[in-house]
């Protein structure tokens, strides 16, 4: 991958940029120039694997607010073999330019979600699933499991142990053995336990996974939530009426407390001022640290005037104003009572009391990594090959996307061809036996 090097742009990865390169030409400076891939199908090259995913196709695109629109220019969110402005055609959108315009995010989510069957990779997806535990073949052994089920059936007849070796002869030809629970897309349940030998593993999970806190005093309390799903969730439990045990809490107030200084953030709060809701937004912004600074007024007008607003509010205000929204610049937050009562020290130490109904806290979030148990360094971003994107010193272990830090889906795409270019070159002698599966 030595062409990568030299090239610059929106990523320090040189697969990245090489195949951003390639895939979106001159892609900052002009828009709509025609890849310069020729994307071809291989059968005969195919990989067998499966992809388990919690949830339906496109990943955290399937939780955004519908209303909202792409950051990226819609060319920039496809993925291979099937464009985006294809997608658009076929659902009879013509008003949308995907070279130079930016896209309502429900529309991605539906683009990602039908992907896999419009290019006939849905036979190798797993949804609705949860990678609850891996480990290496060997450790398996020790403890008595077994991927094919020989070890249960050796369990219930352990006379028989006695002509067999101690490990299961089909299971040692792999490395990894994963536990894979499927479950009800409606109830949640678990319907079905698959068992996978593999030899490879790719970590694409994402950085969405367990939310970040603050800490403050309160942060506990049902009506304090991490992440805009469960925003919402919360919104139907009220109204519901299932959220009874703290009457002295006025859930009909529309003052609601963000907390966060970055994206997500700022799209809670164009959200919530949209559905008439007073919000009070707590943030961090000490020398134009907000990722919000570096967006134009001309192409990103929500988020630049959201700035403007919070660079004007980065003052002592009393956030018992009749404005819709109150900035507190670099305040800290003292806590918040049963009842919603909400203290804030300001920046210049002055205290603050508020009545809320809500707060939502958006400041970053960790991917969840423990089903890998020790078989995962803890500094394993931090020793991954940049050209491969495998992790150092443990053959058969990659990491793609947001796990190497890439943040766009048009960066995503080159270190996702890069694992697999490596994995077709180490293993092309033996694609037809790269993982079994077995129900239990």
């Not at 629109?69 to 464009?83: I, Q």
């Not at 991917?367 to 020793?383: R, S």
């Not at 180490?426 to 694609?431: D, F, G, I, K």
Request: aromatic share 8%; hydrophobic share 35%; proline share 5%.
């Amino acid at each position: 991958m030595s062409l990568g090097e030299g090239l610059t742009g929106r990523s320090e990865n040189p697969v990245e940029l090489l195949f951003d390169t390639l895939f979106h030409p001159n892609a900052d400076i002009d828009f709509g120039q025609e890849s310069r891939f020729d994307w071809r199908s291989r059968p005969d090259l195919a990989i067998p694997h499966l992809v388990v995913g919690d949830g339906e196709p496109g990943g955290s695109w399937q939780a955004m607010h519908n209303s909202m629109v792409t950051l990226s220019y819609g060319d920039w969110m496809e993925l291979p073999g099937y464009s985006l402005s294809a997608a658009l055609r076929e659902s009879g959108i013509s008003d949308i330019d995907t070279s130079s315009d930016r896209v309502q995010r429900s529309l991605v989510a539906r683009y990602y979600q039908d992907y896999p069957n419009k290019t006939g990779i849905a036979r190798h997806m797993v949804n609705h699933s949860r990678v609850t535990s891996v480990m290496t073949t060997q450790e398996a052994s020790v403890q008595g499991l077994c991927g094919c089920g020989l070890m249960g059936f050796l369990r219930r007849f352990p006379f028989l142990g006695l002509l067999l070796p101690p490990a299961c002869r089909e299971c040692a030809k792999y490395k990894w053995l994963a536990r894979v629970e499927r479950r009800d897309a409606e109830t949640g349940k678990v319907a079905d336990v698959l068992y996978v030998l593999t030899n490879t593993i790719v970590l694409a999970t994402g950085m969405f996974d367990v939310p970040k806190k603050v800490g403050f005093p309160g942060e506990d309390f049902p009506f304090v939530v991490h992440s805009v799903q469960a925003l919402d969730a919360l919104e139907r439990k009220i109204t519901e009426s299932s959220i009874s045990s703290q009457p002295e809490l006025d859930l009909e107030s529309p003052w609601v407390v963000v907390v966060g200084s970055g994206l997500s953030a700022a799209d809670a709060v164009l959200h919530l001022r949209s559905q008439g809701r007073n919000v009070i937004h707590l943030f961090q912004d000490q020398k134009g640290s907000s990722p919000l600074s570096r967006y134009s007024r001309s192409a990103y007008p929500e988020y630049a005037s959201l700035y403007r607003l919070m660079k004007g509010g980065a003052r002592d205000v009393d956030p018992v104003s009749t404005s819709a929204y109150e900035p507190l610049g670099d305040a800290e937050i003292l806590g918040v009572t049963r009842q919603g009562h909400f203290t804030v020290r300001t920046s210049k130490g002055a205290i603050f009391r508020h009545k809320i109904s809500r707060i939502l806290v958006l400041i970053g979030s960790e991917p969840f990594l423990a089903f890998m148990g020790p078989n995962l360094p803890k500094d394993a971003t931090d020793n991954l090959n940049p050209n491969t994107c495998a992790v150092e010193g443990n053959k058969g272990l990659y990491m793609v996307g947001s796990l190497t830090g890439s943040k766009f889906v048009r960066f995503g795409l080159g270190t996702t061809l890069a694992v697999a270019r490596d994995i077709t070159r180490e293993r092309v002698a033996s694609l037809s036996q790269d993982h079994s599966v077995k129900r239990l």
